[in-house]
C-alpha cells in the first residue's frame, strides 16, 4: 500500500520510564482515538517501540502524545523516523521483543 499525501507511517522508539506504567494500554486507547493504525511493544532494552499509520494530522497527535505518555510514565525521549506504509487494521499491543 504506497503512503498518499495524506497518509503517514511512522516508526517511534520511546525512552525513559516507560515500562511497567500503563504506556502501551494506554498508547493503544489514544490510537484507537485518534483513528490510527499499527501497533506497540516493549523492548528487552527498557524501551517502548510503535510504528503509527494513518492521516498525517492523527500520527502527529499520537506522537505529540507519545512525548508526554500516561501519568506515570517519565519520557526522556522519541525518537521518530519515516517507515514504509503499514497494512495493520486498527492498533494493537505486540509481545516483547
Not at 17 to 31: D, H, N
Not at 62 to 67: G, K, M, R, V
Not at 70 to 87: Q, S
Request: charged content about 25%.
Amino acid at each position: 500500500m504506497a503512503e498518499s499525501a495524506a497518509s503517514i507511517t511512522r516508526h517511534l522508539r520511546i525512552h525513559g520510564l516507560v515500562q511497567g506504567v500503563y504506556y502501551r494500554k494506554s498508547m493503544t486507547e489514544a490510537a484507537r482515538r485518534l483513528g490510527v493504525q499499527g501497533w506497540v511493544r516493549n523492548r528487552q532494552d527498557g524501551t517502548v517501540e510503535a510504528l503509527a499509520s494513518g492521516a498525517a494530522p492523527a500520527v502527529q497527535a499520537l506522537i505529540d502524545w507519545a512525548h508526554e505518555g500516561p501519568p506515570a510514565a517519565r519520557v526522556e525521549r522519541v525518537e521518530v523516523a519515516e517507515a514504509p506504509a503499514c497494512d495493520a487494521q486498527g492498533f494493537e499491543q505486540r509481545e516483547t521483543v
